[in-house]
């Protein structure tokens, strides 16, 4: 089945940039989708098909998607960043959903 | 605005059955679909199958094939999960999310359903 590897964990200081990497075979070929998840809450969709923000998500949420890398930027690294991370793609070999193995943002 | 809301917490023993539901409002139920997903403690979201709401159509991940069966109630705008021959490790907080009237992305969570399956 198809894998998404992300990194566990990133570290950020305020104001900086953070970039989360969700590697996957020929992922650019794919529509990529992003989850913010914090502590016992809901994920919330912060960036759907590569790189577009649903309403009402800041822009410093950005993403970006090529050969077998997707990358999820968050700029101006904020404390109410901190929470998990995950990619989601739909795989249609085996017609299901793959989500990322995750990444904790942890601001400094 | 648009809202999932799902039924309460479950206890349940092994080999039981459990089922969730997820009532919709704040857009046209028909015109999209539901996924259901599910979250083991500690563990990252693991999807379980969707549901068309206009049509009844559906896809289940090959790990719940012929233990899940999705519906949904039109008339009610809920969409319901059910999951048979509970193990323990089907512990889990369950979701229900809006999607596409074919799979697209999971736009909206419910707030979450924890099911403990425990003898």
């Known amino acids: 089945s198809y894998v998404l590897t992300q990194p566990p964990s990133v570290s950020v200081a305020p104001g900086q940039t953070a970039n989360i990497t969700c590697g996957g075979n020929?992922?650019?070929?794919?529509?990529v989708h992003w989850y913010q998840q914090k502590p016992g809450r809901a994920p919330v969709l912060v960036v759907h098909d590569d790189s577009d923000r649903p309403s009402g998500i800041t822009e410093r949420f950005s993403g970006s998607n090529s050969g077998n890398t997707a990358t999820l930027t968050i700029s101006w690294v904020e404390a109410g960043d901190e929470a998990d991370y995950y990619c989601?793609?739909?795989?249609?070999?085996?017609?299901?959903?793959?989500f990322g193995t995750g990444t904790k943002v942890a601001v400094l | 605005q648009v809202q999932l809301v799902q039924s309460g917490a479950e206890v349940k023993k092994p080999g039981a059955s459990m089922k969730v539901s997820c009532k919709a409002s704040?857009?046209?139920?028909?015109?999209?679909?539901i996924s259901w997903l599910r979250q083991a403690p500690g563990q990252g979201p693991e999807w379980m199958g969707w549901?068309?709401?206009?049509?009844?159509?559906?896809k289940y991940a090959q790990k719940f094939q012929g233990r899940v069966t999705l519906t949904t109630d039109t008339s009610t705008s809920t969409a319901y999960m059910e999951l048979r021959s509970l193990r323990s490790d089907d512990t889990a907080i369950y979701y229900c999310a809006r999607d596409g009237i074919v799979v697209i992305v999971n736009d909206y969570w419910g707030q979450g359903t924890l099911v403990t399956v425990s003898s």
């Open positions: 704040g857009y046209t139920f028909t015109s999209f679909g």
């Open positions: 989601q793609v739909w795989d249609s070999s085996s017609d299901s959903y793959v």
């Open positions: 020929n992922v650019g070929r794919k529509s």
């Open positions: 549901i068309s709401a206009k049509n009844g159509n559906t």
